[in-house]
Every structure is written in C-alpha cells, then in structure tokens.
C-alpha cells in the first residue's frame, strides 16, 4: 500500500528544510539536486558524493551529506 502524495510531500519538504538549517539553503538545494540525479543508482552513497563534488561542495559536506542522507532515507 502506498501513501498518500501529501504525506509524501511534507516528510520530504520537512526533510528539506532540516537539511537546510545544517547546510544552507545553497548546499541543500545541491543535496536535492543529487538525490534526484541519484534515485536508484547502484551506490547510492558514492553516486551523491560525486555529485556534490561536481557541483563545488567539499569533500567533508558531502560526506556529512551522505551521512544524513542515510538516516533521512531509512527513517
């Protein structure tokens, strides 16, 4: 069973307002942008990882980025 699209849209836009009090809302529209770019690649870490790089942000935010990341997907 599925769940309903707005209960959807307000965990994700929660989650998205969370990221942007730990990252700013510059490095958290990126993680949005990643996560996109990302749905369903095998390594979903590394897949966002090189895509925060790509897109300027430092190696130690993206790696926070994918640490979050992991508890905002599973839970």
Do not use: H
Not at 23 to 37: Q, R
Request: hydrophobic residues 35%; charged residues 35%; contains cysteine.
């Amino acid at each position: 069973m599925t769940k309903p699209i707005e209960v959807d849209y307000v965990k994700k836009r929660s989650n998205k307002v969370r990221l942007e009090e730990f990252f700013g809302k510059s490095t958290a529209d990126k993680i949005a942008e990643c996560l996109e770019e990302c749905a369903g690649a095998e390594n979903f870490g590394q897949c966002i990882k090189e895509c925060l790089k790509k897109k300027g942000v430092d190696d130690s935010t993206a790696g926070d980025a994918v640490t979050i990341m992991g508890f905002i997907t599973v839970g």
